[in-house]
């Protein structure tokens, strides 16, 4: 232990003779922690920190019974704190770069050189596309020692070598985002960031949207939401348009576009019953919809144009799904029935169907695995009359669902209709003979009494009893 105490004690020394200094890069207003190098055991010895020169003004000391101060003075003041004898800088100032001593009892052991590094992005408000962009990362050099080494790291995680002089480059999405300069010094690092904001529109959805007519429609577009509507204004925003294109090849037609006037409107040429998202100042351009529409499908453009004659567009694509009834929704228990569940095309080989069939019908026995979309009942029953529904999932995420409501009349129906109109006809022959034979009664009553009348005349008070 006393031995491995000895080498470091050597090492520092050697280290304080030599002049070695430890370099630290930061940045105006960090914070900088200068931690004493080595296992030095310090517990049993009065340390100092010291600024700019051994004879310099003492910033911190601290004794071994554990009692610690740091510098009152005003430039200091509420910035120095110490910390199992490391001394931590609060809101490192212009004047603060330089150098630092660390002292144990009468030894210095360590100078620190606390170097400027300054990043810096021009212009620092947010750019359109294509516009030049100069990013600068300057580290202090140190007399007599090699200089760092520099190279910037782009928001996507790219690393470009530093030349001489700033970095430019010319404006794309992919720049939006946190810069990263790493100065490189004696194998440390240090790394500051700085933030370029790009305008343009958030990245499209690698994927459609996918709705129904129980399904609610959203048509995506949108700022980023750290892009405020003054930043989009400063940059001459001239024309916000929503295109729709039926299917390819056709002519695109404009539903909306938004008047710039003080207040932001939304102008409907051909609305489709959609609905802008109200308050387009708060960046989200979006139209929406309760439910889809089988017209629906097809290729939603939002397109925003700038003075300068920056376009940017987004385009979202709109499927719908649907259920299909053959022969049709009205049926007889006993018919054959086909339904299919679809988008028009095949399905991506990522999403699934579901079905969900009404009450307790089975569907083990209707579906093939080879086609999830189509159902065969051979002789559909009562029980399969109400609610179908068919849903399209991604992973574990339901993208949209479709309903049909199917009515299946039993087929007992048809022969009570029968057995209804037999029973009917017969009533109406029974009421008729009926009618015959009282008509053939009656004429034979008259018939009786009129030969009665001829044959014998009867006296007068005869019937009177
Ligand atoms: C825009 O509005 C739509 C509809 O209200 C909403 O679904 C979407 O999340 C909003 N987008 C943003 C970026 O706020
Ligand atoms: C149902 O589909 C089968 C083949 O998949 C077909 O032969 C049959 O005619 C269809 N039935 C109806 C009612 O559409």
């Not at 003779?17 to 922690?33: K, L």
């Not at 109200?278 to 989200?284: M, V």
């Not at 097809?298 to 259920?323: A, M, P, S, W």
Request: with cysteine; hydrophobic share 35%.
């Amino acid at each position: 232990m006393n031995a491995i105490h000895s080498v470091v004690l050597l090492l520092a020394a050697l280290m304080s003779q030599t002049g070695a200094a430890e370099v630290i890069y930061a940045r105006v207003g960090e914070t900088v922690t200068l931690q004493p190098t080595g296992g030095i055991n310090l517990q049993k010895s009065y340390v100092y920190w010291i600024f700019d020169r051994e004879d310099g003004p003492t910033l911190a000391w601290c004794n071994p019974l554990g009692g610690k101060k740091t510098s009152s003075d005003e430039r200091w003041k509420d910035r120095l704190s110490l910390s199992d004898n490391s001394l931590i800088i609060k809101d490192i100032q212009q004047e603060d770069f330089g150098t630092f001593l660390f002292k144990r009892a009468d030894t210095f052991i360590t100078t620190y050189k606390l170097l400027k590094l300054n990043v810096s992005v021009d212009p620092s408000a947010p750019v359109l596309l294509g516009d030049l962009l100069s990013l600068s990362c300057d580290a202090q050099r140190l007399q007599g020692h090699k200089d760092p080494e520099i190279q910037w790291l782009s928001p996507s995680g790219v690393k470009i070598p530093h030349s001489r002089g700033p970095h430019i480059v010319k404006a794309t999405s992919q720049d939006s985002g946190q810069w990263t300069c790493v100065v490189t010094n004696d194998k440390k690092e240090t790394t500051a960031k700085v933030s370029v904001t790009v305008l343009d529109l958030s990245p499209a959805s690698l994927h459609p949207q996918y709705t129904s007519t129980s399904w609610p429609l959203t048509v995506p577009c949108s700022f980023p939401a750290h892009i405020s509507w003054e930043q989009i204004k400063a940059k001459d925003i001239q024309k916000v348009q929503w295109h729709f294109v039926p299917e390819l090849g056709l002519s695109p037609q404009r539903l909306f576009s938004l008047s710039l006037e003080d207040r932001l409107t939304w102008v409907a040429d051909q609305d489709k019953g959609l609905r802008p998202v109200p308050d387009p100042k708060k960046g989200n351009l979006s139209l929406t919809r309760n439910q889809g529409r089988e017209e629906d499908k097809g290729d939603y453009v939002c397109t925003v144009e700038f003075k300068n004659g920056v376009t940017l567009k987004r385009t979202v694509h709109v499927k719908v799904l649907q259920i299909i009834s053959s022969p049709g929704t009205e049926l007889i228990s006993g018919q054959q029935l086909n339904l299919t569940c679809s988008l028009g095309h095949p399905l991506p080989s990522d999403l699934q169907l579901k079905w969900f069939p009404p009450g307790q019908l089975s569907l083990t026995s209707l579906t093939s695995d080879r086609h999830p979309a189509h159902l065969t009942i051979p002789e559909v029953g009562t029980g399969a009359g109400g609610k179908w529904r068919c849903e399209l999932w991604q992973k574990n995420t339901r993208l949209t669902s479709a309903e049909i409501m199917l009515k299946i009349e039993p087929k007992m129906s048809l022969w009570m209709l029968v057995v209804i109109c037999s029973v009917t006809v017969i009533v109406i022959l029974l009421l008729i003979l009926v009618f015959i034979l009282y008509r053939r009664r009656q004429k034979m009553t008259h018939l009786r009494r009129r030969l009665c009348q001829c044959k014998t005349p009867k006296p007068k008070g005869f019937y009177r009893t």
